[in-house]
């Protein structure tokens, strides 16, 4: 290689400043929009919505706005309005724009990074409404300000308009209007049990405000007001179920940090825990949930031995939280530090101990005059721990089932030859018919099938004694071979793939969906790996004079197959059931990977996933019933893809 070579190789491989790209005002939320609202998704689309809210949510944290309406316009566009003190709209003195269009153009703009404006708030802190431009195909911001009423046109970040006075008001707040760009998001239909979940919470943390919500798309509308707060939020969460005591408040401060919580018993087993930090749903918890952990377990076993209620070793945290239903508030001073931008988790370590210390004696001085709850809790706690004891046993008999192979697999588990867990497949099958077609179809090589004797139990109203007990979800335990919950071992999972294959009817439905909260609840991890699939059987099969039959998955499919076939001779079979195809047939369109069709399930969102269950298999059959009702529509083809 000569000297030439060597010079051309330096200059073609040289990375220097014209290959450094940079990106003016909003072209950087255009181009990497997950960096700021956690993916262009369902959730990151509704985040759009959150992130304007949560503005007024600061103006009435502030005590500047009691009113606030969100409304889902009949053309798919958002509409948010509050009658807080409005934004801004003189000149930036140190831009010469005006600071309407400053906050909504520009990334970092914002009254937040100062506490003289505001002591506490949410939000993506002076990102937030530039964001939500930034990602709508256009944005309308109205203020009502000085008795005039400012406007200002934006498209897809960029301005269309100058900040113009369009009229007079005796009225003040600010009104954003936006709709979300399509060339971004993967949907741009906004869900209104999503939104309403969202605006409910907040309604529930900010008693002073009344927050409404309207859908344009089919007249529904809501006016969310609860002067109870905190304590009404739990009352509601525990709506349908047996309380034990009345709600516990705890309020204090300690180093600029406010909290806030609630708490009540129920007999049922399960502990929820909902927590917030400025308003903002953490759904990971953080320091704040663990301030409140560490605090409550220690303020029982202290108080409970001083008072000689406790016999034997101190009660474990698990133990004493089973049952409970708290609400967890903090407001703080500052900006809170997440652990990712869509705030699933909070980090400030001061927190924890602000938290653990307002407990700890507000606990202290509760139980002084209120012994009766204190001896319920224990009573609740004692029962947990005997239970969990019955549990671990349980666990050890199906562990120990495990460790002897194949030879204590479940009786009904066809399984297959491989030895390859990433080839293998279980087939989780309804019925005993359709299991035995499933058996004949399959390729035994690497495919096992488990079939069900009709509906699993319901895991969202059972212990994980009941759970262990119960000979259909063991079985299915001891099949898949990785365990539940903390003893959860992904080493250990038999089959790659985890396929539900239910009939295409409404009861095949809820079987999937009790699998489902069996996986979520016990087997999480099953579903973060990506192992968990759901099948799609064909509803009908047409054969056409002169064509190859052909299978079809929808009602839509059908109606445009017999559009294109008018006039010539055909015969439908509709499958009601697995069972109601041969092997042969189950085969081609359900089990073969060349051509069967399957769904991956994910957990793109732990809080969603956890509210659905919630409504659809929890304690309350009026939220269920609503919901119902408002997805009728979608009931027959009721997969959770979570």
Avoid at 24 to 43: A, F
Avoid at 139 to 165: A, D, N, W
Wanted: glycine share 8%.
């Amino acid at each position: 290689m000569n000297t030439n070579d060597v010079l051309n190789e330096t200059v073609a491989d040289e990375y220097n400043a014209q290959n450094i790209q940079v990106l003016k005002g909003l072209e950087p939320v255009r181009q990497r929009p997950g960096m700021y609202i956690g993916s262009t998704g369902k959730n990151g689309l509704h985040h759009l919505v959150y992130e304007i809210v949560d503005n007024s949510i600061d103006e009435a944290i502030q005590g500047y706005c009691d009113r606030i309406k969100v409304v889902i316009k009949s053309d798919g566009s958002i509409e948010v309005e509050d009658n807080g003190r409005g934004i801004p709209v003189d000149i930036h003195p140190e831009t010469g724009t005006s600071a309407l269009e400053l906050v909504m153009s520009t990334l970092h703009a914002g009254g937040k990074f100062s506490k003289d404006n505001y002591k506490v708030s949410g939000g993506l802190h002076g990102v937030g409404a530039s964001v939500v431009n930034a990602l709508s195909e256009w944005m309308e911001v109205e203020v009502h300000r000085y008795g005039k009423i400012y406007r200002q046109r934006y498209s897809r970040g960029l301005k269309t308009t100058e900040v113009e006075v369009v009229g007079e008001t005796d009225n003040r707040g600010t009104i954003v209007r936006f709709k979300p760009d399509a060339t971004i998001f993967t949907t741009v239909e906004f869900d209104a049990d999503t939104l309403l979940t969202r605006l409910r919470d907040l309604a529930f943390l900010n008693p002073n405000i009344t927050i409404e919500f309207i859908d344009e798309r089919d007249n529904m509308q809501r006016t969310l007001h609860y002067a109870g707060g905190i304590k009404e939020f739990v009352m509601y969460l525990n709506k349908g179920a047996k309380t034990l005591h009345d709600v516990v408040l705890i309020d204090g401060t300690y180093q600029d940090v406010e909290v806030h919580i609630a708490l009540q018993y129920t007999d049922d087993d399960e502990e929820e825990i909902v927590s917030f930090v400025n308003n903002i749903k953490t759904v990971d918890g953080g320091t704040h949930v663990t301030g409140f952990k560490t605090a409550f377990t220690r303020a029982i076993n202290d108080f409970g031995k001083k008072r000689n209620l406790i016999k034997g070793d101190p009660f474990r945290g698990e133990d004493l939280r089973e049952g409970m239903t708290a609400v967890i508030n903090v407001l703080m001073m500052g900006i809170p530090q997440f652990e990712g931008q869509t705030k699933s988790k909070l980090g400030n370590e001061e927190v924890q101990e602000a938290v653990a210390k307002v407990v700890r004696d507000s606990l202290m001085d509760y139980f002084e005059v209120n012994e009766n709850t204190l001896k319920v809790i224990i009573q609740k706690a004692q029962q947990a721990r005997e239970a969990r004891e019955a549990a671990k046993h349980a666990r050890e008999a199906v562990k120990r089932k495990n460790a002897l192979g194949a030879s204590m697999l479940p009786g009904k588990l066809a399984d297959c030859i491989t030895k390859n867990m990433e080839e293998a497949e279980l087939f989780i099958v309804e019925g005993e018919s359709a299991g035995g077609s499933a058996k004949q179809a399959r390729a035994r090589n690497f495919q096992a099938i488990l079939p069900l004797r009709g509906k699993i139990l319901n895991v969202e109203k059972s212990n994980e004694l009941r759970l262990l007990k119960n000979e259909q979800i063991r079985d299915i335990i001891t099949a898949i071979g990785s365990g539940t919950g903390d003893n959860f071992d992904l080493s250990k999972l038999r089959y790659g793939k985890i396929v539900i294959m239910t009939d295409a009817d409404v009861d095949g439905a809820h079987i999937r969906t009790l699998l489902l909260a069996l996986f979520y609840r016990y087997m999480r991890h099953l579903l973060e790996d990506g192992r968990i699939y759901i099948a799609m059987p064909p509803l009908y099969r047409i054969a056409v004079s002169g064509e190859k039959p052909m299978y079809l998955y929808s009602d839509e499919e059908l109606k445009e197959k017999l559009a294109a076939i008018e006039g010539k001779k055909y015969e439908i079979q509709r499958y009601k059931g697995l069972g109601e195809m041969n092997p042969e047939q189950l085969w081609e369109t359900t089990m073969n990977p060349e051509t069967r069709k399957i769904i991956k399930v994910r957990i793109e969102d732990a809080e969603e996933a956890d509210n659905l269950f919630e409504i659809l298999m929890g304690k309350d059959p009026e939220e269920r019933r609503g919901y119902i009702m408002r997805h009728a529509k979608q009931l027959s083809l009721l997969d959770l893809d979570v």
